[in-house]
Every structure is written in structure tokens, then in C-alpha cells.
T-cell receptor
Framework: DAGVTQSPTHLIKTRGQQVTLRCSPKSGHDTVSWYQQALGQGPQFIFQYYEEEERQRGNFPDRFSGHQFPNYSSELNVNALLLGDSALYLC????????????FGSGTQLSVL | AQSVTQPDIHITVSEGASLELRCNYSYGATPYLFWYVQSPGQGLQLLLKYFSGDTLVQGIKGFEAEFKRSQSSFNLRKPSVHWSDAAEYFCAVDNTLNDYKLSFGAGTTVTVRA
């Protein structure tokens, strides 16, 4: 049973560019959450998707957007990249019927130059 | 809004010695509390969680944590550390189980020396 898979594992972009990160949830999970982990900090909640809709959102600008597909996989899009967007982006999946059982992927390391 | 403080940025412990990692939360009601571990290049793995009931919670890998409402703390402990416990540890809080919107502390890095 594959866990949460994220692609790519590493990415280098330049300021102003746009980036798309991908996440496949654990089998049987229908909810996907995205977190940003800057160097030396704990993860910060970006948003959560359930039934192809954004259900919760953290304090991130509109440059951060997402999507969930019918197969529950998800994408995180970041427009107009800033140097401060450099971070590890973590995807976590869960089953809405099971309380607080988040499974995290290994993340995508984004570097903005 | 809830918040989590992990006062210790880095802890070094000898293999076989005991370990205690501190976590303090700020939230009016009883929060839902979690400890996660992150090894280099890995995602976060849940060690244990507290929702209600017995304030001493047992987790995986021999870890336990104690919820103390009077001190707003949820400290993580392990009686005897193994070299494989070297990692970063995060305390997290969620104000409602249905949100899965966790607020994490800044983490504590644990180094294990032989």
C-alpha cells in the first residue's frame, strides 16, 4: 500500500516564475492538506481540499492556489515566486471518517533563486 | 488562535539516557495535541496524540507524553534513547478534530551521541 507520494522531490525556480507541485494521497484517503515548512521552522498550514473544494485555508496569499481531482490527488500552484517561498512543501492525506490521522509525504523541496 | 512553543531548539543526549522534550500550548479550551517526528529527507510521522481521558499517552517507538492542563504542557519522554531517535520533533495542536488544521511548534532537534 503506497503512502502519500509527492512529486517532484526537488525543484529549482527563479523569482517571478510559477510552480506546480503534485500529491497522491494514501489509498482510501479523500482529504488532502498542504503545508509549507521553511528552514528551521515547523510546518505551516496552507490549505485543505475535500470533495474537490478548498475547505480550509491558512494565512497564505492568493498566489498560493490548489486543486483536487476526482481521484483525490491534488496540486499546489504558486504564482509569481518570491525568494521567501523557498521551503519544503508537505502534503498530508486523511480520511474524513477517521479523526486526526494525517499521513505526510516526504515533501517537495522548492528553491527559488 | 492556538499556538505551540517548543522552548528547546536543540538537545543532545547520550545513547541509553532518558529524553524529555518540552511543549507548551496556548489555547482556551482543551486542545487536541500531537507529537510528530521528522527524520532527514522524510515526511512527518505521528508518534502519539492526546484527545481526552488519561493524561499519560503511550506512542510508538517507546515514546510517551503527559498532558498537564495546569501547566499548558504536553511534554514528550523516552526512558532510554537509541541512536535512531536522532531526528527533529514537532509538537502540534488542533482546535477541532474535524479540521486537521494543525499548528506546529518550531521543532526540537535531537542529537544522540554514542
Amino acid at each position: 500500500d503506497a503512502g502519500v507520494t509527492q512529486s517532484p522531490t526537488h525543484l529549482i525556480k527563479t523569482r517571478g516564475q510559477q510552480v506546480t507541485l503534485r500529491c497522491s494521497p494514501k489509498s482510501g484517503h479523500d482529504t488532502v492538506s498542504w503545508y509549507q515548512q521553511a528552514l528551521g521552522q515547523g510546518p505551516q498550514f496552507i490549505f485543505q481540499y475535500y470533495e474537490e473544494e478548498e475547505r480550509q485555508r491558512g494565512n497564505f496569499p492568493d498566489r498560493f492556489s490548489g486543486h483536487q481531482f476526482p481521484n483525490y490527488s491534488s496540486e499546489l500552484n504558486v504564482n509569481a515566486l518570491l525568494l521567501g517561498d523557498s521551503a519544503l512543501y508537505l502534503c498530508a492525506s486523511s480520511d474524513v471518517t477517521q479523526t486526526a490521522k494525517l499521513f505526510f509525504g516526504s515533501g517537495t523541496q522548492l528553491s527559488v533563486l | 488562535a492556538q499556538s505551540v512553543t517548543q522552548p528547546d531548539i536543540h538537545i543532545t543526549v547520550s545513547e541509553g539516557a532518558s529524553l524529555e522534550l518540552r511543549c507548551n500550548y496556548s489555547y482556551g479550551a482543551t486542545p487536541y495535541l500531537f507529537w510528530y517526528v521528522q527524520s532527514p529527507g522524510q515526511g512527518l510521522q505521528l508518534l502519539l496524540k492526546y484527545f481526552s481521558g488519561d493524561t499519560l499517552v503511550q506512542g510508538i517507538k517507546g515514546f510517551e507524553a503527559e498532558f498537564k492542563r495546569s501547566q499548558s504542557s504536553f511534554n514528550l519522554r523516552k526512558p532510554s534513547v537509541h541512536w535512531s531517535d536522532a531526528a527533529e520533533y514537532f509538537c502540534a495542536v488542533d482546535n477541532t478534530l474535524n479540521d486537521y488544521k494543525l499548528s506546529f511548534g518550531a521543532g526540537t532537534t535531537v542529537t544522540v551521541r554514542a
